[in-house]
């Protein structure tokens, strides 16, 4: 059989190939970015914008795919900042973290860690968010008087 009996040339045939590939490209291109491909996930977003919120310059101390991880200090102590992809990322993130104690100020899909919620009150002025606590560990004295 030779190939121009298979797709016959000629201006009768132009328009209907044409159109068949479009559909074909149509499907492909459906089928992938309906769930039937691989979908690329947004990486989490920069620390700057948290980093200007205390303000400070932090260490870049992780750079993955799902989380973007800071650290610095400043005048009020210490703070990690925390940036993820997603919003599970995030919340799996905080389950294991809360066993270590601290304070979190926690917004969409961003984290910054203190020692104690006073260091994140300018800081939550600046950019919303809720402060949670972690796991208190140690005496229950910490400095003050006993009730």
Known sequence: ??????????????VPRTA????????????CSAGGGPRAV???PPLEPLASAVPCTPEVVTDAG????????????????LT????AGEQAWLTEARAYGGSYL???????????????????????GTVEGGAH????HHGSAPP
């Open 1 to 14: 059989m030779s190939p121009g009996a298979v797709f016959p040339a000629g201006p009768r045939t132009a």
């Open 20 to 31: 068949g590939l479009l559909c074909v490209a149509a499907v492909l291109l459906t089928a």
């Open 42 to 44: 947004p990486g989490p």
């Open 66 to 81: 799902e989380l973007r991880e800071g650290a610095c200090r400043t005048g009020e102590g210490a703070y990690r900042l």
């Open 84 to 87: 993820f992809a997603t919003p």
């Open 106 to 128: 926690v917004g969409d899909r961003w984290v910054l860690v203190a020692q104690h919620p006073g260091a994140l009150d300018a800081v939550r002025a600046r950019l919303g």
């Open 137 to 140: 560990h140690g005496s229950a």
